[in-house]
């Protein structure tokens, strides 16, 4: 056993003694059999997340925010974890203050970044997009927790591209973080052997029609425009369709990551818009991107 391998053992029996940080954030070993917990515990600490209850039908773990949203989760914690824990959408308060805003949130997985955006006064409606049904469920569950925000956002479950078509999803079990349709740009996905991936059929849409259509429906909603955009290899095609359509430009903010670098978003970008945030994690490149002259 390596000295990592034997530190993190001594951390995890630690956390599981009595008077530690897993009985003061769970209050009982109902969750002891789901992997990892205790890093789940960790990450509920740094904000003041709430343990409520482990559903006894779904199997899933019940949370709540300070702001009082509720989140649903299981042994796949991560996604949730990155976005209430970890900061990875605490965007300047500048965007969301200035004035009311709405959200398209491509790849929606299980709601959690809708949920988060939905939680500011400022934002009047949300756009969700979640390919995978087995995903879009779990969002879906994750919506009707909230009754208070559910009101703001609308889920569909399809994807978006460059054209009206069925794809194939490449699915890894109890990991829909990753859920790829483009498996070569998606290292997790790459890395696995082919007898641990799932496959399935699902529906795409072309992008600038979807979102112009959104749009002629619900002018009014806000003055601002957010694109939050995490899709796991389909970024490049979304943008390329954006981009030569023109519709990119309605969007006063995108956020979201890149997983095969940064340089042709950039080049299409950069008409438009100007890059004024990014973050580096391994292959992934995180970004932020304002419209030129938007919030000047």
């Known amino acids: ?142 919506i009707a927790l909230n009754p208070h925000l559910a009101q703001k956002i609308e889920p569909f479950n399809f994807g978006l591209g460059r054209e009206n078509k069925e794809m194939t999803l490449f699915k890894i079990f109890n990991r829909d973080g990753v859920n790829s349709l483009n498996p070569k740009l998606n290292a997790t996905i790459a890395s696995k052997n082919r007898r641990k991936m799932q496959t399935e059929k699902v529906l795409i849409k072309n992008t600038s029609d979807e979102v112009s259509s959104v749009l002629s429906r619900s002018r009014g909603e806000g003055k601002k425009i957010i694109l939050k955009i995490d899709v796991e290899g389909a970024e490049y095609e979304i943008f390329d369709d954006l981009c030569t359509s023109g519709v990119i430009e309605v969007f006063d903010l995108i956020v979201g990551d890149v997983h095969n670098g940064l340089h042709l978003i950039m080049e299409q970008l950069s008409h438009t818009h100007n890059l004024v945030h990014r973050t580096n994690t391994n292959k992934i490149i995180g970004f932020i991107f304002e419209k030129k002259g938007s919030w000047s």
């Open 1 to 142: 056993m390596s000295l990592s391998d034997l530190l993190l053992k001594v951390k995890r029996k630690l956390l599981f003694n009595d008077n530690n940080l897993f009985r003061l954030t769970f209050r009982d070993d109902n969750v002891k059999d789901i992997p990892n917990v205790w890093r789940l515990a960790e990450a509920m600490k740094t904000e003041n997340i709430k343990y409520i209850r482990r559903c006894p039908k779904t199997n899933r773990l019940i949370l709540k925010t300070p702001q009082g949203t509720y989140l649903a989760t299981n042994s796949y914690f991560w996604v949730l974890s990155e976005i209430f824990c970890w900061s990875l959408y605490n965007i300047d308060n500048k965007y969301f203050d200035s004035s009311s805003f709405i959200v398209f949130d491509f790849g929606m997985n299980r709601a959690y970044a809708s949920l988060f955006f939905a939680q500011h006064p400022n934002c009047k409606k949300i756009f969700g997009y979640e390919p995978d049904p087995e995903t879009y469920k779990f969002a879906e569950y994750n």
